[in-house]
């Protein structure tokens, strides 16, 4: 960083300033905090995490103003000073500013942080008081000590303290450059990437020029906001498009695109890629409170109403006197009504016309973040399956309700010893889908959007790549050359001596894949022989790749990690990753399509386990030390993994991939360079749960990570028509455990009938209507395990990922 003609001032520890003045930056300046975040030094000081509170005044350290000045403009090197400042400075619990509207005294105070203080009186009251002039700036760990969240405190202080909601562009906001520095843990090599509004979009085709030359523009399209001139040749420069709006080849959590090199698309040609946004601000930073009553009922609007008994429409006023006056809820867009509205209540009953809503309602997001058990319109709960698998587990359907007698059914539900089973049911799916959305909206609708930009202009400028490549490939260049032009990798864990089924994939369905080179690829991974038993019979090949990993079943995680990383340094213009086991029967075709409906941003796709607990005998295979995985303290469920795509098959976005690969890297720096079974203890075992501790660690670091769990019933666990669990049905695409003649009798079937063509012909974005032929001509006799449960676990073998 220091580069002539650079100049620094000091440098002598946490309060110290170091400013950089460069004349190639127009006299960039950062502070010791902003220096420090970009060089991740080991510095001999305390870098505390603030929480933003709008509308709030802290208790003020006297006479405290040792930066920013009368007259001084507000700045965000000012903020970074004054919080330096703050995490050296002994009693300083956050800093302060005014942002009020008074000319007089922004003059003063705009630029003249002050500084918080404890609260020194012994009357137990909070030490911040409201003001909507002013906004404080408080450390989160001295917010952790009082025992309240950012969010309670924002609404016991009064409703109109909320935050403004993030937003991907403000309203009046028509263009914002975005920093993809640290897209993808690696050094951006593309053009600069814009976000723009599709006013000025619009505005730009009508002169038939870009507004930023060369640049990658990005369009953020709201949901009320058609855009029917993009078909236009002067639209052109539009790169990627960020949509609220659903339609039929865009419906929630998925993209459209033109043909992509690796599997058809559902646009027109030269139409640009568009990825469908929600923009829900964030995630609710709360904390449930204790549960004091059975039933709120939450109305979407003034006008909405519930359905009652007979065609009835219950009105806010009607449902209110009903309940006695209370415990009715009317959605006014503050965080304090849906606090009020889910924080002390077991359940929640949703009323209005939902269809008219954005989905996900925000509304529902609260409910889970709140855990009240949400009852909710048809319309919402049918929806809910194209968000997450279980999420209509979560949110139940209700048709009307009916007021007299309900608080006391829902009471009974909670009280009645025989219903338990029925409330840990409501109770596992509500956490359950509270953590999916956790990890989904970590950050905040801004930042999001911004990530999905990047996202879209590195995905065009990798096809763009893989293109050019091409070309020289038809030219007759090899090598390097050809690793540059891969898509999609299907990375497949093996052992050395599984030479026997590695060729059976090759042989059946692994032929799919094969003529789609170089842009797909299948490589098989082995480690490194133990002793001189461990022959490998098929390194002639040339898709075996050996690890620098001992081969031992308790190395499996370096091993997984290793692949990773192998891959993601191999194909520098790679879109995806496919990790399965090498008894895995895949109807690839289904899966490539599905791969290019998808958004590539922080992605993964795959069998989702939600509730494993790690094993702690030392005697077993899956052992885990708690070294390798401390031991956890989950409200409801222990000591348990957290959630992870199951081995047999996932898919991961390259942009997610590459923070993956620099995790681990991190983790085995100190290691040799052949990685053994001590190495292994480093980290959790096996490595489809170390995968999903590495995500979750991720989202605790900041950063949103979506998991698609929604096509729960395209895999088969069991090759087996008949078992009780995730048995083989006409629209399973993977199938576990398969035995080398199961696999070559699927592969003649799949073929007798073409399947490639039927993948297809079927819908790319409905997996609803998505037919194969029939495996279960095929199907084996299996002895399932007995888990202790009373019951078998039960799931919806009718619900499918649809799009309808």
Request: overall charge negative; charged content about 20%; aromatic content about 10%.
């Amino acid at each position: 960083l220091l580069q002539p003609p650079a100049i620094y001032i000091r440098l002598a520890g946490c309060s110290s300033e170091l400013f950089l003045v460069n004349s190639k930056t127009t006299g960039h300046a950062m502070s010791l905090r902003t220096l420090s975040k970009l060089t991740a030094a080991a510095l001999p000081c305390t870098v505390s995490s603030y929480i933003e509170l709008p509308g709030l005044r802290c208790i003020e350290l006297p006479q405290q103003h040792p930066v920013g000045g009368v007259g001084v403009a507000w700045s965000d090197a000012l903020l970074d000073d004054a919080k330096e400042i703050c995490d050296t400075g002994d009693g300083c619990t956050g800093v302060m500013r005014y942002t009020g509207s008074q000319e007089s005294h922004c003059h003063d105070w705009c630029g003249r942080p002050q500084f918080c203080m404890v609260n020194v009186e012994e009357d137990g009251s909070f030490p911040f008081s409201p003001n909507a002039a002013w906004t404080s700036y408080v450390k989160s760990d001295y917010l952790e000590s009082l025992g309240i969240s950012p969010a309670y405190l924002r609404s016991t202080l009064g409703a109109n303290t909320d935050m403004p909601a993030a937003k991907a562009l403000q309203p009046e906001e028509h263009a914002r450059p975005v920093d993809c520095s640290d897209f993808g843990h690696k050094p951006w090599d593309g053009p600069p990437v814009v976000l723009i509004s599709t006013e000025l979009a619009s505005e730009a085709a009508s002169r038939g020029s870009p507004p930023f030359p060369g640049a990658c523009h990005v369009m953020y399209q709201p949901a009320d906001v058609p855009v029917h001139w993009l078909t236009s040749e002067k639209s052109s420069f539009v790169d990627g498009i960020l949509s609220e709006h659903e339609d039929e080849v865009l419906p929630v959590f998925s993209a459209s695109a033109p043909d992509q090199d690796f599997s058809p698309g559902s646009a027109p040609p030269g139409t640009p890629h568009r990825y469908f946004f929600d923009p829900v601000p964030e995630f609710p930073d709360v904390v449930p409170g204790s549960k004091k009553y059975i039933l709120s009922v939450y109305f979407l609007s003034p006008e909405s109403f519930c359905s009652g008994p007979e065609g009835a429409q219950l009105s806010p006023a009607s449902v209110r006197s009903e309940l006695g006056g209370r415990h009715v809820y009317v959605e006014d867009g503050t965080h304090h009504t849906r606090e009020a509205a889910f924080r002390n209540y077991h359940f929640t009953m949703f009323c209005g016309d939902f269809s008219k809503q954005l989905f996900p309602p925000l509304a529902l997001i609260y409910s889970l973040a709140y855990v009240a058990h949400a009852m909710v319109p048809e319309f919402v709960h049918w929806k809910a399956s194209r968000m997450f698998f279980h999420l209509p587990d979560a949110a139940q359907g209700v048709r009307s309700m009916q007021i007299a007698g309900l608080e006391g059914y829902l009471e009974n539900l909670i009280m009645n010893p025989k219903k338990e089973k029925m409330m840990e049911f409501k109770q596992t799916f509500t956490l359950l889908s509270q953590t999916l959305f956790r990890y989904r909206y970590k950050e905040n609708a801004t930042k999001r959007a911004e990530v999905a930009a990047c996202a879209a202009c590195d995905a065009k400028h990798r096809e763009s790549n893989r293109n050019s490549v091409a070309k020289s490939l038809r030219a007759g260049s090899t090598g390097a050359v050809a690793d540059a032009a891969v898509a999609v990798v299907f990375c497949v864990m093996s052992r050395r001596s599984a030479s026997g089924l590695r060729q059976v994939v090759r042989d059946t369905w692994g032929q799919g894949l094969a003529d789609k080179a170089p842009t797909v690829v299948q490589r098989f991974f082995v480690g490194k022989a133990a002793n001189a038993t461990h022959v490998l019979h098929d390194s002639n090949v040339g898709d075996v790749v050996e690890l620098p990993v001992v081969e031992s079943y308790r190395t499996l995680n370096l091993k997984a990690f290793a692949m990773l990383t192998w891959a993601h340094s191999s194909y520098p213009n790679l879109q995806w990753l496919v990790r399965h086991d090498d008894d895995v029967y895949l109807r690839a075709p289904a899966l490539l399509a599905q791969l290019a409906h998808r958004p590539p941003v922080r992605y993964v796709w795959g069998l989702f386990d939600h509730g494993s607990s790690p094993v702690r005998d030392p005697e077993h295979q899956h052992y885990n030390s708690y070294k390798q995985f401390p031991e956890q303290t989950h409200p409801a469920w222990g000591d348990i993994f957290p959630p992870y795509a199951r081995g047999l098959l996932w898919a991961m976005s390259a942009d997610l991939v590459a923070h993956v690969v620099a995790d681990f890297i991190e983790d085995i720096k100190t290691q040799p360079g052949i990685l053994d079974e001590a190495a292994a203890e480093l980290l959790p075992h096996p490595d489809d749960p170390a995968v999903g501790v590495v995500l979750t660690t991720l989202v605790k670091e900041g950063m949103s990570v979506n998991l698609d769990d929604r096509d729960f019933n395209s895999f088969s666990l069991n090759p087996s028509c008949n078992s009780t669990f995730s048995n083989i049905h006409n629209r399973t695409w993977v199938v576990h455990h398969v035995k080398p003649d199961t696999m070559r009798c699927m592969w003649e079937l799949d073929s007798a009938e073409a399947v490639s063509n039927v993948a297809s012909r079927n819908s790319a974005i409905d997996a609803s209507n998505r037919l194969f032929p029939d495996l279960c001509l095929c199907s084996t006799e299996v002895v399932e395990e007995e888990d202790g449960e009373e019951e078998p676990f039960w799931y919806d073998r009718q619900r499918f990922n649809s799009a309808r």
